[in-house]
């Protein structure tokens, strides 16, 4: 391929939008704009029941709070939409259709309890009980006929893609640029994986190479969770005879922690509303995604500009930027480290600039609050609060206990301390349910039945574990907003604190 670049981001519009999407629109944008190429936007939203259009507009909102803006996408159009997967599906299922013809694909008609069975039966064999490989798969053997018959009574089917089975021990192999080397797989790793589902839409695989393709992607720079899907979109390119763009894979950001594990919201907040919400510069997270993904050479410079080179900006990077100089160590997303980046970048503003930016943020946060935004307001007034007095509990990493106040419920302390057990597990337990204010007020009145505490002493249990306070914000509606990962963890410093108040008065 020659010419300038094309790119792009194809994120899910499920959820919340996530820092990792602007970490790798960050590179992606850099490496097009560095080659006079272009930047593309493509929603990626196969996943019917999960996508929703209120996270596509947090996607759009916040990239552009970022400064993130792309040439080609579903808002700004360009010369090879739809950009969004579902005004796509007839697209994909005439591609699927070109595979079944030329023999690459075939109709699976096997039902959730065939492939349960079948499951079962990998386990037995000790294969590695993933999918459905060539050997495995009855829909490979029909005949035309029986597939006719099949779909004369109406039998639902998927459309696979047909593995090549000749020579299971032969290698799949592409080339990691990041890497910079060959990463391979065997034909008999790979399933034959669902290219078209049951109703007809396309899965991720199917979408994401014809997609590529057709919207005349070179280089492919995602983050390196797919490294394992790689070799099947290999397989998808050759099927269609098509050449397959370059390959970059981005190392995940991770936690600063031992054992480095993948960001997650189940650990700390990881929304770019939030960020936003938080008061975050644009620019200073900006600064710090760069400072993980990329790593600035030192070469020629002076003492002085070495020591100053953390701090960067996105056109800064876009002037130097080197593919070659891409991270490949898993990068520790460091909160303080973005802190202090953040202060550097206040500390540069003028007045007049830190005024607008207070001024935005002001703006914003009020939107981030919803249905807490006037309450906050009320109480600024009333109580004479600081807003981040009243708010701060939310953009706290971690909060400090002041004991005194588990002392106003009326229980033993030890019978709080089980309180808290009690709402870790079933917050836990139910955390997929719990989205909305309504949610978590079921989930309290359940949990306080259930166990006959009584309302007050659940409620100001809960209150002090989520906003470190006695009296706070409306309850239900901030642990919505915290999220029910971050009440979780809420749950175990406040007991955490509760429990060595208990040890320190029995030392008394
Ligand atoms: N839709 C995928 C995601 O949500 C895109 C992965 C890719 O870039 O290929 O991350």
Request: glycine share 6%; charged share 30%.
């Amino acid at each position: 391929m020659t010419g300038q670049p094309r790119v792009r981001i194809a994120p899910s519009p499920t959820g919340e939008p996530h820092v990792g999407t602007a970490y790798i629109a960050l590179i992606n944008r850099a490496f097009a704009k560095s080659q006079n190429g272009k930047f593309i936007l493509r929603i990626e939203d196969t996943d019917q029941t999960r996508s929703t259009a209120a996270s596509e507009q947090a996607i759009f909102d916040s990239l552009k709070w970022l400064g993130l803006t792309w040439d080609e996408g579903p808002d700004v159009g360009g010369p090879y939409g739809p950009y969004r997967q579902s005004e796509r599906t007839e697209i994909y299922q005439r591609y699927a259709q070109i595979l079944l013809e030329k023999g690459l694909a075939y109709k699976c008609f096997c039902t959730k309890e065939d492939l349960a069975a079948l499951r079962e039966k990998q386990e037995k064999e000790k294969k590695p009980a993933q999918g459905y490989f060539a050997q495995d798969s009855p829909c490979r053997k029909l005949t035309p006929e029986q597939i006719k018959e099949k779909e004369a009574k109406g039998e639902p089917y998927v459309i696979r893609l047909k593995v090549p089975d000749e020579n299971p021990d032969a290698l799949i192999t592409f080339y990691d640029h990041t890497r910079k080397k060959e990463i391979s797989r065997k034909y008999s790793e790979i399933d034959d994986q669902v290219l078209l589902k049951t109703d007809g839409f396309p899965t991720y695989h199917l979408a994401n190479v014809i997609d590529d393709h057709l919207m005349g992607i070179t280089h492919v720079l995602r983050g390196e969770e797919w490294i394992v899907s790689t070799p099947k979109h290999i397989l998808l390119y050759n099927a269609f005879g098509w050449e397959a763009p370059k390959f970059y894979h981005l190392s995940l950001l991770r936690n600063p922690d031992k054992n480095k594990s993948k960001i997650s919201k189940r650990k700390n907040p990881v929304s770019l509303r939030w960020f936003r919400a938080a008061g975050y510069v644009p620019d200073a997270l900006l600064n710090f995604l760069a400072l993980m993904g990329y790593s600035r050479s030192a070469e020629g410079k002076t003492k002085e500009e070495i020591s100053s080179m953390e701090l960067f900006s996105m056109d800064e990077l876009i002037h130097e930027f080197i593919p070659g100089r891409i991270s490949t160590t898993g990068p520790a997303f460091d909160y303080n480290k973005l802190d202090a980046i953040n202060d550097a970048y206040t500390q540069k503003m003028t007045i007049e600039e830190f005024c607008a930016y207070k001024d935005e943020r002001l703006k914003y946060l009020m939107e981030y609050l919803g249905p807490l935004a006037v309450e906050t307001k009320n109480r600024f007034r009333r109580l004479n609060k600081e807003i981040d007095d009243i708010t701060g509990f939310f953009f706290k990493l971690r909060l400090s206990y002041d004991c005194d106040e588990f002392n106003k419920i009326k229980m033993p302390p030890a019978e709080i301390l089980s309180m808290f057990k009690t709402l870790k597990k079933t917050f836990k337990d139910k955390a997929l349910l719990l989205n909305n204010p309504a949610d978590f007020h079921e989930c309290i009145n359940e949990i306080s039945e259930r166990c006959g505490y009584s309302s007050k002493s659940i409620h100001m249990a809960i209150r002090i574990a989520a906003s470190g306070e006695g009296e706070s914000l409306p309850l239900y509606e901030s642990l919505a907003l915290l999220g029910v990962y971050r009440c979780i963890s809420r749950f175990d410093d406040a007991g955490e604190a509760l429990e060595k108040h208990i040890k320190e008065r029995k030392e008394k």
